[in-house]
T-cell receptor, first 108, second 117 residues
Framework: RKEVEQDPGPFNVPEGATVAFNCTYS??????FFWYRQDCRKEPKLLMS???SGNEDGRFTAQLNRASQYISLLIRDSKLSDSATYLC?????????FGAGTILRVKS | DTAVSQTPKYLVTQMGNDKSIKCEQN?????MYWYKQDSKKFLKIMFS???????INETVPNRFSPKSPDKAHLNLHINSLELGDSAVYFC????????????????FGPGTRLTVL
């Protein structure tokens, strides 16, 4: 079983929709979690860190549930420019472990 | 511009050849990484160096040899290239936090797309 698992999608949503991704992790030793965004043929970039208390950055909300070992990302009012692959990432010691990514396609 | 840069951006070569990819960061970070992203888009760490010292060495064939001449550079040399080495290789860097445990945001280079024919 992979340490970090995500639904690969794709999630096809209309502009303005709210979309949520979940990610599960198997190793509870992880200290921290993140969501990275990767555009087609580009490098991954940090979108936001994930805290147990939840954190919000504009239209994006991330949440960590340690009891159930899952991480979520909620995107409100989707824009065309949100189309990308969203990577769920866990920090284990000095190492980032990436999920395979969830593809989001926002259509007009 | 402050960034992580890699050269070359594209690399097409024959099986059996030896090639190198170079990475430089001018962010002042002390930790650098090499990742491989295969055709299924799965991004996996290969190596990590902290202040020129190897700290992570995943299960990677010994045909792959990283070299860090200084903390701003991390190069990757690949011997006897195989078809399965075709992938995108990303370099990244970060600043290590207190106690050596916390890894700050990792900044990725633009990637090197390696195609082995």
């Amino acid at each position: 079983r992979k340490e970090v698992e995500q639904d690969p999608g794709p999630f096809n949503v209309p502009e303005g929709a709210t979309v949520a991704f979940n990610c599960t992790y198997s190793n509870s030793a992880s200290q921290s979690f993140f969501w990275y965004r990767q555009d087609c043929r580009k490098e991954p970039k940090l979108l936001m860190s994930v805290y147990s208390s939840g954190n919000e950055d504009g239209r994006f909300t991330a949440q960590l549930n340690r009891a159930s070992q899952y991480i979520s990302l909620l995107i409100r009012d989707s824009k065309l420019s949100d189309s990308a692959t969203y990577l769920c990432v866990g920090l284990y010691g000095n190492k980032l472990v990436f999920g395979a990514g969830t593809i989001l396609r926002v259509k007009s | 511009d402050t960034a992580v840069s890699q050269t070359p951006k594209y690399l097409v070569t024959q099986m059996g050849n030896d090639k190198s990819i170079k990475c430089e960061q001018n962010l002042g970070h002390d930790t650098m990484y090499w990742y491989k992203q295969d055709s299924k888009k799965f991004l996996k760490i290969m190596f990590s160096y902290n202040n020129k010292e190897l700290i992570i060495n995943e299960t990677v064939p010994n045909r792959f040899s990283p070299k860090s001449p200084d903390k701003a550079h991390l190069n990757l040399h690949i011997n006897s290239l195989e078809l399965g080495d075709s992938a995108v290789y990303f370099c990244a860097s970060s600043q290590e936090g207190a106690g050596g445990r916390w890894v700050d945001t990792q900044y990725f280079g633009p990637g090197t797309r390696l195609t082995v024919l």
